[in-house]
């Protein structure tokens, strides 16, 4: 079980696909005591994995007194960061706080695209600068990747160069609309374009010994399945299951990009409502609807719920309609 909180807002960059929009500090964003108190009820609701994550998470002063706290917790903490403040000083201090890993966005290889994406100058150089400086203070790291119609074909050099840097996996997020991505769902990926590259990754990840995961593309698990490559991961969408999500302000919800709010952690225990929430209970349901819900591959799929979601217009139990996928129970 994992979870990931967005501890601030504030970023240095302004990506076209941020799904929280951020930008700026909000005024109410929880405070280093509300922080440590969610801390205890994450370890108390039976979650092992802590995702630190933004905006920019290195723009929250308290970072490593916080990832501290996890870790004497008895959680492991990791780092979700654009990479391109990790100075030398700022990865001993993460080390020494207990980070465990880290996950460091790179979208291109061509440094134009990938800045202009970034909406920030050198941000390539950067990045590679503060991998570096991970390397150095021993804190292992991978690569995120978001998928667009504009370097798709560029997935698999993206995994070379990953291997060439030293990182441990490649993960590549495939775009669901919410927070800015709304405005650019144009260039998300098409049904069988996305079929066709979550397929490219699998017979990637027969050459390689990292791992290749796709994100936000739980038919990868089928896909995985059917050309025998073993995968160490027994489900794909996490939503609401084994994994949630908790915003600046303290509002949880199932995914990040499934935005409905479950409650907030300011009023209500997050524990209790991990455990007690309605939706949260649907979706631990997987009682989902049309192909999905005859499928053979809902145990271990489920669909993407966020993409349901947006694209029903507001159904988080509905098919997914970008898999292509027949199940055996769907009628002819």
Request: glycine share 8%; aromatic share 10%; net charge neutral.
């Amino acid at each position: 079980m994992l979870v990931s909180w967005n501890t601030t807002n504030q970023c240095n960059m302004f990506c076209d696909h941020c799904y929280r929009d951020a930008s700026n500090r909000l005024a109410d964003e929880l405070t280093t005591a509300e922080a440590r108190k969610l801390i205890t009820e994450i370890k108390q609701a039976g979650f092992k994995i802590m995702i630190f994550s933004g905006g920019e998470p290195l723009m929250r002063e308290d970072i490593y007194e916080l990832g501290r706290y996890a870790k004497d917790n008895g959680l492991r903490p990791v780092l979700g960061t654009n990479g391109t403040l990790i100075t030398e000083n700022v990865a001993l201090k993460l080390k020494e706080a207990g980070f465990m890993a880290a996950g460091v966005s790179l979208d291109s290889l061509d440094k134009e695209k990938n800045d202009a994406f970034r909406k920030l100058a050198n941000a390539f150089d950067l990045t590679l600068q503060g991998i570096n400086n991970l390397k150095r203070a021993g804190i292992p790291f991978q690569l995120h990747t978001t998928v667009m119609d504009w370097n798709v074909n560029e997935l698999e050099s993206i995994t070379d160069f990953a291997i060439e840097i030293g990182a441990m996996a490649h993960h590549v997020f495939f775009l669901v609309p919410a927070g800015r991505g709304v405005n650019i769902e144009e260039e998300a990926l098409r049904v069988k374009e996305y079929e066709k590259t979550i397929a490219r990754l699998m017979e990637k990840q027969k050459q390689v010994n990292i791992e290749i995961k796709p994100t936000c593309a739980p038919q990868f698990v089928r896909v995985a399945d059917k050309k025998g490559i073993p995968i160490r991961f027994a489900r794909g969408c996490l939503a609401g299951i084994s994994y949630c999500i908790i915003s600046p302000r303290g509002d949880v919800q199932p995914c990040a990009y499934l935005n409905i709010p479950l409650g907030n952690v300011k009023q209500e225990p997050f524990d209790e409502i991990w455990s007690n929430n309605p939706i949260l209970k649907e979706l631990k349901s997987m009682d989902y609807k049309g192909k999905c819900g005859l499928c053979d591959y809902k145990q271990k799929c489920g669909g993407c719920r966020a993409r349901a979601y947006f694209y029903s217009q507001g159904d988080y139990l509905a098919e997914d309609e970008w898999c292509l996928y027949r199940p055996s129970g769907e009628q002819q």
